[in-house]
């Protein structure tokens, strides 16, 4: 190897074995007798001390030794003389890859904030916040393949341009290579896409669930994780118009079944972070503590960041019926003051704050909502049998077996259901929302052929990802956002 990963150097730590390694300055310090230079290269949050002593350097170097240089240092590791490390190399050569002119290199060492770094997406990595999220990303990420791998999953790759619109999750992005200033029209005056590339309408997918029911239909259990789109105009801290999603479709899964692996999937993959994450998550875990002195007392947070993903890991979620936690919610005190923004009553769509309500003060534990009213859930989830009754004997309207995953701070972060099984029920169901069954011929296949009880759900990618760096935005824990009216980089 022509040089050697800081995180290995540091791991190894070859006392008076002579390396090299290559990296970007953090920060240059001179004292009276000596040079320290930081170096990192994003191989680990901790960083390379390299010493010389004043005057080995020549001049027009050390000048160009500047923060956002990036350098190859030759060395002899040492036991390190100063505190705040163990190790550090004897500088005996430097070479200067490419300076980084301090007038104009926008990150220097002071902290910036969120806002200015997502201006600047293209050089954010190499903060110590963003590398640090970066790699916690990719362990996740690695850790759902693993875990699928593990458990009898095969990986599904479900297409990204569709044709069918009639999924109801979401505003769709268009693909076409028509004119957009001369498309041409049919007779109706309308764009005729006929004659469009693939000879209809296509749009990017909002789900991978359609086609996933057929690959688990074959294959048993199968799992997406792949970019999803939303043109959703929706500016919060929680949606992205690009963003990935992992989507696990298991064939004799009911709902009960579905919920298990949910919260054991989360679970596992929360554990591997916590395992082989630890000096990202403890840095995380301090920049939030620091973050959080500067909020009011009540403002601030019970657990730390560490806490809260042992916290979570430890716990059973709680499970409970839409219709249980809208009697929790009706009777809430934030209810009987008026304080929540939407008004909660059977039939509605849980807002974030409701959901947030069960998860952060009432039972402070991640909680599955299940049944929820087949009104506002997608037609291809499977009907109950009896309509939703409560404690007190009151009958309400018909509910699917729908289940939804909440966490705290974040609201949903699964939603998933057991699917509709029975044809004749799934065709009325579209018909009663408008879909036309033709149109979806192939997905109502496997009930024509075949069918059986099957369930899955789909996580997003980057509200995991938020959970687990304690990020509060989800702009923040994705290379490079897109989001309403921002796609530069
Ligand atoms: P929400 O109500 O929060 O908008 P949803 O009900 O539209 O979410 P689903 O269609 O159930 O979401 O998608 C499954 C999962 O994908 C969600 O639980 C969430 O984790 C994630 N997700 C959905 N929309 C977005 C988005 N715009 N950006 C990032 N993640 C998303
Ligand atoms: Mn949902």
Redesign the pocket.
Known sequence: MSYFPIQQLLKAAPVGATITVKGWVRTKRESKNAVFIALNDGSTINNIQAVAETGQLAEETLKLITTGACLAITGQLVESQGAGQAVELKISDVTIYGTADPEKYPLQPKRHSLEFLREIAHLRPRTNTFSAVLRIRHALAFAIHKYFNDNGFYYLNTPIITASDAEG??EMFRVTTLDAIKPPLNEDGKVDYSLDFFGRETNLTV?GQLEGELGAMALGKIYTFGPTF?A?N?NTT????E?W?IEPEMAFFELEDNMNLAEDFVKTVIRYALQHCADDLAFLDNRLKEEEKTKKKEEQSELGLLEKLQFVISNEFVRLTYTEAIDILVNSKPAKKGQFQYEVKWGVDLQSEHERYLVEKHFKKPVILTNYPREIKAFYMKQDDAPATNSRGDVFGPTVRAMDVLFPGI?????GSQREDDLDKLVARMQEVGIEPEALWWYLDTRRFGSAPHAGF???F??LVLFVTGMGN?RDVIPFPRAPKSAEF
């Open positions: 999750a979401g789900s939303r959703e929706s929680r949606h992205l118009a963003f999603m609201g949903e972060i699964i939603g789909g996580l997003g980057e509200r989800i």
